[in-house]
């Protein structure tokens, strides 16, 4: 018994599980279902959170936050989090650091306290159910996530009174509940599809380890964008047969959205399925419009096939990263739960010689594994190791303002990189380092992690003085970057702050913010 709490925390949806008696336990919420929607609302005052929340967004759009682990320790000017509050209802600004604060009831919040709400949510379920209490957890996050963004995901559990032990990659969680740490050694996919983001790993498992060979995602594309397709052509076909756009009406949007939602499931079990509002809304000329609609599955997956390559061609890359072949893998696991689609199963069959994994529900899997991974950590025998790689191109920034890798994605850690640089003008005698991380060629939309200068050196034509640059990223994921005069042997070193660096005291005022937050929750 870990007493050690395993926390999914999901785009879409969150869950967790404990391990007692040496068995994964998946927790129920107070609603009795095992998940629950990573979705906070402010209403009248009171704070909802989860199932409650979701209900209501539709007459409370703006006060509604969902998908906040979108916008998890990214800076307000990321063009992904532009491209991610673009598509959200609710009211993002910037904050005096840099970070985004969302508006709720006009009051800005951390994304950290929003995820600290659910995680909150997550923790009193759990102790009501075990009718204990719970102060340390596993948390799982993206493989892909950054040093910034695991931080901004342990600092959530801080606010929410969580020691937060791990954070741990979801596929390895994903791998781990399926028990593959133990055995022989095998190479497994994991194809991870849910409800916002889609993520695929290739991991190398067994021996008592699990090993991130390579990930790779894409943070806008899930379930939403599969109800979306459902949606716009549930539109279009109202606008041909009535000649109404009932997309300009945000009410009438939800319900259509929610149904496009619950149709997509049913199109998993079903051949085809009916789509009926009653009283949608009212025509020009007064009369009420009923929607009835058929749709099957032959229909639904020629709206959707662009995005099941799209997940499919990043399901390829990815092998391909982790320099392999689809002949070379041996286990295909599936979580999130759109994995439940037919098409989406009988596409990634057809690229890998076996059969995508049953066995753990895709939903939760990735909780047990985070239980299963506080199960290692407190026991004395055999503790798991994860290795890991780096997610991200580490490297500087050039004098043409292009980014020059010298650590690439998917490297594993530790490592160490030297790389030798020449000055590029005459007489130089100061070169300036500016340190990022990212996967674009230019320096603008990749994350600059500080930059720093190495001086004194010897005036000369340009290309003669040259400079030694190391870079290292320990077993951490803490990154050191050197610069070495080559001819004079001095040199200069820049250690990436890990995490987000709040300002001192700021953590201290969420806590006290989240316990008043706490108070209004119904
Ligand atoms: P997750 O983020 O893993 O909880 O996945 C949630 C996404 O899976 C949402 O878009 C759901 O609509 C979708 N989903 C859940 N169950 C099914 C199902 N049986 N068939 C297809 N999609 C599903």
Not at 326 to 354: K, W
């Amino acid at each position: 018994m870990s007493g050690i709490l395993g926390i999914d925390l999901g785009t879409t949806n969150s869950a967790a599980a404990i391990l007692e008696q040496g068995a994964p336990l998946v927790l129920p919420m107070s609603d009795g279902r095992y998940t629950l929607p990573s979705v906070v609302a402010l209403r009248e005052g009171h704070i909802l959170v989860g199932e409650k929340a979701k209900r209501q967004s539709i007459s409370n759009a703006t006060n509604t936050v969902f998908a906040a682990k979108r916008l998890m320790g990214r800076s307000f000017a990321d063009p992904q989090t532009q491209r991610a509050i673009d598509a959200m209802p609710f009211t993002c600004i910037g904050g005096l650091t840099g970070d985004v604060r969302i508006l709720l009831g006009g009051k800005p919040l951390a994304v950290e306290e929003v995820s600290a709400l659910v995680l909150a949510t997550i923790r009193k379920a759990a102790e009501q159910h075990l009718d204990r209490e719970i102060r340390r957890a596993v948390i799982t996050c993206p493989a892909y996530f950054n040093d910034r963004q695991r931080q901004a995901t342990r600092d959530a559990g801080a606010i929410a009174g969580l020691d937060v032990i791990q954070v741990v990659n979801e596929p390895t969680a994903a791998a781990l509940a399926h028990g593959f740490h133990q055995g022989a050694e095998r190479r497994v996919v994991v194809y991870d599809l849910g409800g916002g983001t889609f993520d695929v790993s290739v991991l190398k498992v067994g021996g008592g380890a699990v090993e991130v060979l390579a990930t790779a995602g894409d943070a806008f594309l899930g379930g939403h964008d599969f109800d979306n397709r459902i949606f716009d052509w549930l539109v279009a076909e109202l606008g041909a047969k009535h000649g109404v756009n009932v997309a300009e009406d945000p009410d009438v949007s939800q319900r259509l959205r929610e149904a496009a939602e619950a149709a997509k499931i049913r199109l998993s079990d079903a051949p085809r399925t009916n789509i009926a509002i009653p009283f949608l809304t009212t025509l020009p000329n007064g009369d009420p419009l009923h929607l009835d609609a058929t749709l099957d599955r032959t229909l639904y997956e020629s709206l959707v096939s662009d995005l099941i390559e799209r997940s499919v061609g990043l399901f390829r890359d990815t092998i391909t990263a982790a320099g392999l072949t689809p002949a070379d893998v041996q286990e295909v696991l599936m979580v999130g739960g759109m994995t439940f689609t037919p098409a989406v199963r009988a596409r990634v069959q057809e690229l890998v010689p076996c059969p995508p994994s049953a066995g753990v529900h895709p939903d939760l899997v990735v909780a047990v594994g985070a239980a299963v991974q506080a199960g290692l950590l407190t026991s004395d025998s055999s503790a798991s190791v994860l290795v890991d790689v780096t997610p991200h191109n580490l490297g500087l920034l050039t004098v043409a303002g292009l980014a020059e890798t010298v650590i690439p994605r998917n490297t594993r850690v530790p490592t160490k990189v030297q790389k030798r640089f020449a000055t590029v003008s005459d007489g130089q005698q100061v070169v300036k380092l500016v340190v990022y991380q990212g996967d674009s060629r230019k320096i603008a939309q990749n994350e600059v992690l500080g930059e720093f200068f190495l001086e004194g050196l010897r005036p000369a034509p340009r290309g003669e003085v040259a400079v030694d640059v190391t870079f290292a990223i320990g077993v951490d994921g803490a990154v050191a970057v050197t610069a070495l005069d080559v001819e004079t042997g001095k040199a200069k070193e820049f250690r990436a702050v890990r995490g987000t660096a709040k300002p001192e005291g700021e953590l201290a005022e969420m806590l006290t913010r989240h316990q008043q937050l706490l108070l209004t929750v119904v």
